[in-house]
């Protein structure tokens, strides 16, 4: 990804989003500030902390979303993770992310909103493993719809899930329950 371009983009795709509550107001603040500094605010090598993409996926009645278990971080998560050069957008980096981690081809991901306007702006600790010291990840959230029907039925011992969106609205999870609620129209980002 071209550090320069890539860094207006999203500059401008954050003066145009609208926080959904106070916490996703601080996250738009603090990648604002990381996009400010002289680094690469992309590169998985930014120890304290880095831009990530993800997906929130729902189904076309948007009536459920698709999460993974994620296995470091013991959780139900939607798709996503770090930047690689090649992504031409931080929206195509969320999709090739959910691509490969659901299995689910880009013809069968529609993003629901235009251009990069980012879903939801969420920032939060990663926590050290091996290696890899703790960091921050600075989560950009697109929305994606999957088109057709019995796109994916996961197995039932697989670490994919449709769950519905109520339920995941509902959840101890400020982040998840805020992407759940604006899906269903509860929240400013919702189309």
Do not use: N
Request: hydrophobic share 45%; with cysteine.
């Amino acid at each position: 990804m071209e550090i320069e371009p890539a860094r207006v983009r999203l500059h401008r795709a954050l003066r145009a989003h609208r926080p959904a509550d106070a916490q996703e107001a601080a996250s738009v603040a603090e990648v604002d500030a990381l996009l400010a500094g002289p680094d690469d605010p992309f590169t998985r090598e930014r120890a304290a902390g880095h831009i990530t993409a993800s997906a929130f996926v729902v189904d076309s009645a948007r009536t459920a979303t698709l999460l993974i278990w994620h296995t470091k971080l013991k959780r139900w998560l939607q798709p996503g993770g770090h930047c690689e050069p090649s992504d031409p957008s931080l929206c195509e980096a969320a999709m090739r992310e959910a691509s490969e981690e659901t299995g689910l081809t880009a013809a069968k991901l529609l993003p629901a909103l235009s251009g990069d306007a980012p879903f939801d702006i969420d920032v939060h600790a990663i926590p050290a493993r091996g290696d890899v010291p703790a960091h921050r990840h600075h989560d950009i959230r697109y929305l994606f719809e999957v088109v057709g029907q019995g796109a994916l039925t996961p197995e039932p011992e697989s670490a994919l899930r449709w769950v519905p969106l109520a339920e995941v609205a509902a959840l101890d999870d400020a982040s998840l329950s805020r992407m759940a609620r604006k899906a269903l129209g509860q929240g400013h980002a919702a189309t």
